[in-house]
């Protein structure tokens, strides 16, 4: 019994620590496909981009870590305009494949670059004391960093869902979502809209990039090839512009996917392939995606 | 990238083709992972190789070698297998070498016995693969010198009466693990439980395998990892899931505790107890001048470590070869000046076994400890010329 309720806790407490991550970084994805219909693949590139500034402003210049990932937030957000601006813009209207090539490029580009600037070799940062440790649960120690991941994306998500329901502009990213025409007519700027809301996703995954350093073995190149099936799944298996899809996908995909690798080590990685195989099968449309 | 190569090739070739050219020229192909997150094992490769060409290269009276640098890109075989090709049927090389990954080396293998093109194994420690080919010698390690002894030390001298093995899904992480069980029960311990941990392309989340080792309580965890990235990811996740201070003694090969990367491992790594055939710490006079020779030759910041030994010493054997191979150097003369070879090697002396082709060395055990703020690594044992126990106890491939 004892060792069925630890394992039990073992694999939802790390499990929703990567379902965590899972969904700061897959949200943003989620809504630019949703929104717009454009397939981002660059995504991960943003989310690894957070990671190194993350590791620059932390590590080399010896800012606190949750003002870095602050920081990560705001320069990834910023880089992700200009891009947005420079060469997604025109790309909109082009057939899927064209946006898929550009976007793989960008991975490419992205990953030399990186290369380039922070070299191939993954790099780690020091987590300040007060993230090191454990929690006393009463009946089990569980990492303190992996709580924190729990309370930051459980917050992220509060906030995005406040943010979506209950705000103006939450409001108008619905109404483009379900009807861009309707929205466009009704005298919302989609286009503003989309700016702004591919800024905050692209924000957001430079959030999880900088989270994800320390559990991930380090932030490295090759992150924003890496990790693109994991949140394509998670978007495909939540539905297409759904916060609330995204962000159970993430947690059934997350506490899946560990508790595959701690049950059954040999054939673990597989488990959350099926699930998504089935989720698909059954509803191609996502869990929340609308038919 | 493309440019990239060129300007290695040009440079390895300019620094590799001296001496006068009256005599043969002799053209080795160098294959290794000189491209992605992997790079830094063929770099020290190179290094290695590149350390002893420089020192000896007057050794060769009047015949020349033509280095011929070749990326293997990824440990999948593919690509390594390609470029070998190439290698015998366009640059028509003498000899083969480098081969970071088992299964590249395994790649190659049916390549050479077809085109009897000699090779000199600088890394891939998987134990059956000399039986795969007549026409491979290997100079580094095989994972069951390490994984045996390992197995049977820490069942005698750490203590450990369980011990659970945990292992990068590929050959020679299933060869390494084996070799431990197999070292650890002869010696009266129990291994509890076997675990793979992903495949080695890329760096996994350690931290399921980890929390699964840890919650069945064994007295030491065995683990092997790929040298290179994976070893750090290791040492952190053991550090963060407070696993030293639950009562689980980390253990494993030495290419958990590699030389270059032990820096990077903070205090996770203090206590951690290895065995290896070399480490940059050992205290003997031979090392000693290779990591000064090192040192001076690539920055003061700069460390050898087994893949650069293994470098070092490939290319000796290759120096032997050519000295003692008159005329045209074939697979079967270079297998026959080879086996039983000896070399005062920074790692100790070391033989081709004459049996094998497979190399026959000392095995250290270290533990790591600190020294001021710097990781050090302790000799705490030593075996003298082990030969592959896969090998000797005929073990499924090893058998044939």
Redesign the interface.
Known sequence: MD?FV??LT?ILV?GLA?AMLLFIISVGLSITMGLMGFVNLAHGSFAMVGGYVTVTTAGDWGVPFIPSLLIAFVVVGLLSVLFERLLYARLYKAPELDQVLMTIGLVFVSIAAVTFVWG???L?IQIPDFLR??VDLGFK?I?T?RAFMIVIGALIAILLFYGLERTRVGAQVRAAVDNRRMAESMGINTGRLFTLVFALGSGMAAIGGGLGI?????V???FAF?YLVVFLIVVAVGGLGNIRGTFFAALILGVLD?AG???L??G??FFIYAVTLIVLLWRPQGLFGKA | MKLWKTALLGAGAVALATGSAQAREIKVGFVATFS??L??LGEQMRRGAELYHNLHKGDLKGDTIKVIFRDSKNPGGAVAKSVVQELITRDKVDIVTGLVFSPNAMSVAPLVTQAKVPVVIMNAGTSFITNMSPNLARVSFTMWQSGYIMGEHAAKNLNCKTAIAGFTNYPPGKDSANAFKNGFEKAGGKVVDL????GPA????????F??AK?KKPDCFYVFVPAG?HA??VV??YG???MKAAGVKLIGPGDITQDTQLQ?MGDAAVGLVTAHHYYADLNTPTNKAFVAAWKKAYGADTTPDFVGVGGYDGMAAIYHVIKSVKGKITAEKAMAALKGWTFESPRGKIMIDPATRDIVQNVYIMEVGMDGKRLVQNQKGVFNAVKDKCKELKIGRCGK
């Open positions: 060792a630890n394992a073992t790390f990567y191939a070799d993954p780690n440790g454990n120690l990492p960093y320390q559990i991930l073995g380090g490295k190149p090759t890496e560990f690798k701690y049950l080590p040999e673990g990685a | 992605g997150g790079a830094n675990i793979p941990m992903g890329k760096v996994p989340d350690f931290t399921p395998f929390q699964r919650d990235n750090s990811a952190k996740a963060q899931l407070g990077g």
